[in-house]
C-alpha cells in the first residue's frame, strides 16, 4: 500500500527533544516499513526514517528558532495536497488544520488524533466536521467529543527491542514524566514513604510548572526515602524501569495514553496507576499491575507487588503494544477505509449538494 | 456584488482593544454596505457592523480566554467554504491560513495582508502559492516578499467624520502608539527637547516591551518637557492630534502602514516621520509634513513645521485615505479579478495537470 504519514512539525522524527505524537509517528513509520508497505514520512528535514522522508523544513520547528510556526503547518500541508496522487491513503497526525482541505481531496485520509480533547473550542469544531475520520488512541480519549466520527482506537507501540526486560531488583519504585500537577509526584512519594520503599524520580520541570515545582515539589524530594534523577536520556530509561520495583502512576487527569505505562511493561515492570483515562485500558489489574484510587490501596498494592508476574507484563507488552501490533491495527483500518468508504468526487457547496 | 469579508478572530470587528486589521475591516466592510454592495462579513460574534454579520465564536478570541485559538479560525474556515456559493468573491484578511483551502474553491478570492512580511518563514511558503493573488497595505510592505503574487496596493481608510480637524494651537507635539523599541520614542522625546517644545506621549506597553520600557524610557518620561497619557481611547484620540503641533514618528522598522499617520492627516495634523517602510508613500514631503533621517533634520523641520498647512493635510486625507476611496480602490479590484481571472475549475492533483 502506498502510505503517507503527516507528522507535527514541532519536533523531528522521532523527536531529539520531548514529544510524544513524533515518538509514536517514527516507530509506527518504521513498522510499516518493515511490512512491507511503500511509505512516506512528511516531517521536518532532521527526522530519520525507513520511509521516505518529504521534508518543507531543513529542521524541527522547536529548533529552527522561527518566528511564524504556521508558516511551516501550511507549507507542508500544501506540498502533501501536491503529492496526494502518489498516495492510496493519507494518515494525518497533525490535529485538525487539514479538515478543511482534504475534504476537497479525492484521496481517502485517516487522522489520529493524539492529544486531550477535554477543550471547549473543540465541541463546535468536531461537530462540524463530523464527517471527518478520527482515530482516538484509547476510547477515554474520546469522552469529551462523542460527537466527532470515531472510526477506531489503536493503542501506540514500541519496537519490541527498545527495552530490555530486567528483574527489578533494585529494590526501588520509579516516577518517570513531567512535575505537571496532574502528574501527582506528590501522590508517588507519599505511596512510597508509606511502603517504606525508595523512590526514584526521573522528571522534568516544563516552563508552565516551574512555580508549582518550586512551591509544591522540591521540599519532598528532600526525604531520604527520595532519590532525584532530573530528566534522563532515552539510554538511562531502560535500565532504570527494568531494576524497579514497580512504576507507579498516581496521575489526577484523563491522560490519553500514558507511554511510559508501556515502557514499563516492556521492561516486565508492573504498574500502579490510579483509575483515570487511558490507565484501565492500557494495564490488566492483577496481571499487569493494580488499578487504584487511594494512597491507601497504592500502599498495600506495592506490598503486594510480588503477585504479579513480570513475565506476563512482557508478554503482554509484546502481545498488544508493540510497534508491529500498531501498525497491523493501522493496517487494517486503511485497508477497510479502502474498501468501504466511497470514492470521493469532487468537493461541491452545499447549494449543489443532493 | 457579493461579497465575503473575512476577518481574524481575535479581535471583534472593530476591535475593543488593539487591533490594526480588525478596525480596517470595520471601516472597509460598512464603506462597501455603503456603497451599496451586499456584504457578509465572517467576524466574532461581538462584532458591530451594518453588512450581515457571519460567527462561530460568540466572543473575540482574545476575550474567550480560549486554550486553542486555531480551532475557531480553522471551523471559521470552513464555514465560508460552506456559504462560499453565497458570493461572487472572498475577500481574506486572515494572512495564508485559507491558501491550501481556496485554490480547491470556485470562487474568486483576494487576501490582503495585513502583517510584517519579512520573516523567514514566509519566504518559501509565497513561492509555493505564487498563484494566490495578494493585496499589499503599501508597496514598502511588498519587499521582502518580491516572489508573491501582488496584484495591487490598497492603502487604509478611515471614516471622514472619525476625526475633526483642529488648529494645532496646543503648542506640543504627540506621540501615539506603542512602546516597542522600533517605534523609537526616545528619539521623539529627543526631538522635542532640542525644539524646545513639549511633547505628549500616549503609548501603551506590550508585554513583550515591559524590560525594554523599564529599562530604557521610563526615565526619560520624567523629562520636564515630557508629558505622559499612558494609553488613551479613541475618544480623547482625536482631540489629542487636532490641537499638537505636529505627529512625530521616528521609527526604525519597516512598518507596512502607519494608521496614525493618516489619523494625524485626518486632524490636519502635519507629520514628522523617518523614511521607513510605507513612509514616502503616505507622507508628502513638503505637503503633509516632512521626511527626516536624523535627529537634526527632525529639529529642524519641526522649526519649520508651520510651512505646512494643515487644511492641505486634512484635504490629502479626505482625497487618499478615506474608508470610501479604500472600499472604491477593493471594488475596483474586486471587478477585475472577476473579470480577468478565469473562472477555476475543480482542482486537479499535479499529476492530472495538463
Not at 232 to 244: Q, R, S
Request: overall charge positive; aromatic content about 10%; proline content about 6%.
Amino acid at each position: 500500500m502506498k502510505i503517507a504519514q503527516i507528522a507535527p512539525l514541532v519536533e523531528s522524527v522521532p523527536p531529539k527533544f520531548y514529544g510524544g505524537t513524533e515518538r509514536v509517528v517514527a516507530y509506527l513509520t518504521d513498522a510499516l516499513v518493515k511490512l512491507g508497505h511503500n511509505v512516506t514520512l512528511f516531517a521536518s528535514g532532521d527526522s530519520i526514517t525507513k520511509a521516505r522522508l518529504v521534508s518543507v523544513t531543513p529542521t524541527s520547528l522547536r529548533l529552527s528558532n522561527c518566528v511564524d510556526q504556521m508558516a511551516g503547518n501550511i507549507l507542508q500541508l500544501q506540498e502533501v495536497m501536491d503529492r496526494s496522487h502518489e498516495f492510496d491513503l493519507l494518515h494525518f497526525h497533525t490535529d485538525y488544520l487539514h479538515f478543511p482541505v482534504t475534504r476537497f481531496c479525492n484521496k481517502k485520509t485517516l487522522t489520529t488524533l493524539h492529544g486531550r480533547l477535554d477543550i471547549p473550542e473543540l465541541k463546535p469544531l468536531y461537530k462540524k466536521f463530523n464527517d471527518v475520520p478520527v482515530i482516538s488512541i484509547s476510547n477515554a480519549q474520546r469522552r469529551p467529543l462523542p460527537i466527532a466520527n470515531w472510526v477506531a482506537t489503536v493503542y501506540h507501540g514500541l519496537p519490541v527491542d527498545l527495552y530490555q526486560p530486567g528483574n527489578g531488583d533494585g529494590d526501588y519504585v520509579v516516577f518517570l514524566g513531567r512535575f505537571s500537577p496532574e502528574k501527582r509526584v506528590d501522590r508517588a512519594i507519599e505511596i512510597a514513604k508509606r511502603a517504606n520503599i525508595k523512590i526514584k524520580i526521573a522528571a522534568k520541570v516544563d516552563k508552565a510548572d516551574e512555580r508549582y515545582f518550586e512551591k509544591e515539589i522540591r521540599h519532598l524530594l528532600d526525604q531520604p526515602h527520595v532519590e532525584y534523577l532530573q530528566e534522563i536520556g532515552e539510554a538511562e530509561k531502560g535500565p532504570l524501569l527494568a531494576n524497579a520495583k514497580a512504576l507507579l502512576f498516581p496521575i489526577d487527569w484523563p491522560e490519553p495514553f500514558g507511554m511510559v505505562l508501556i515502557e514499563a511493561m516492556a521492561c516486565g515492570t508492573p504498574i500502579i496507576a490510579y483509575n483515570h483515562g487511558s490507565v484501565p485500558e492500557i494495564v490488566d489489574h492483577g496481571k499487569t499491575g493494580f488499578i487504584v484510587n487511594s494512597i491507601e490501596k497504592a500502599t498495600e498494592a506495592l506490598q503486594n507487588i510480588h503477585l504479579i508476574s513480570r513475565e506476563d507484563c512482557r508478554a503482554t507488552f509484546e502481545k498488544r503494544f508493540s510497534n508491529i501490533v500498531m501498525a497491523k491495527n493501522y493496517v487494517r483500518l486503511y485497508e477497510r477505509s479502502l474498501l468501504k468508504q466511497p470514492e470521493r468526487s469532487f468537493y461541491l457547496t452545499p447549494a449543489y449538494r443532493k
